[in-house]
């Protein structure tokens, strides 16, 4: 199934096509001018300080994210790439936020369906 933003723009998964098209509307509300150089949704955030639900639902749910731990240090890095083609970089101080930034790049937690409401369960067999 394509997804097509107000603009024309095509993409087969729903996170970008709603990434680009919040990308436009921040463009329009500025005058167009030089924006993308301020609001660029591929650029590296500063210091990893994002959310990585906020990352995911504007980049869509990573579909590769690699972890490196320096115990030692207590530098534990998390890379994630996504579907638009954004990689996302972020440090964090323990394993466990690293892992937890993670699960949120991945999506965990994002609605990706909506359950049908009332009973509509299998049918059960006597």
């Known amino acids: 199934m394509a997804y097509m933003a107000k ?21 329009s509300e500025a005058g167009g001018a030089g924006v993308m150089e301020r609001t660029d949704p591929l650029a590296q955030p500063g210091g990893g300080s994002e ?18 731990h320096d115990h030692e240090a207590g530098a534990h890095h998390v890379q994630s790439m996504h579907p638009d083609g954004h990689e996302h970089h972020s440090d964090h101080a323990s394993v466990e936020e690293a892992h937890e930034h993670a699960k ?10 909506e359950e049908p409401d009332g009973d509509e369960s299998a049918p059960e067999f006597e």
């Open 51 to 68: 959310d990585g639900a906020e990352i995911a639902e504007e980049h869509g749910p990573a579909h590769e994210i690699h972890m490196t």
């Open 7 to 27: 603009d024309g723009f095509k993409s087969t998964n729903r996170a970008p096509m709603m990434a680009h098209e919040r990308s436009m509307a921040r463009k």
């Open 104 to 113: 949120k790049l991945a999506g965990a937690g994002m609605e990706e369906h």
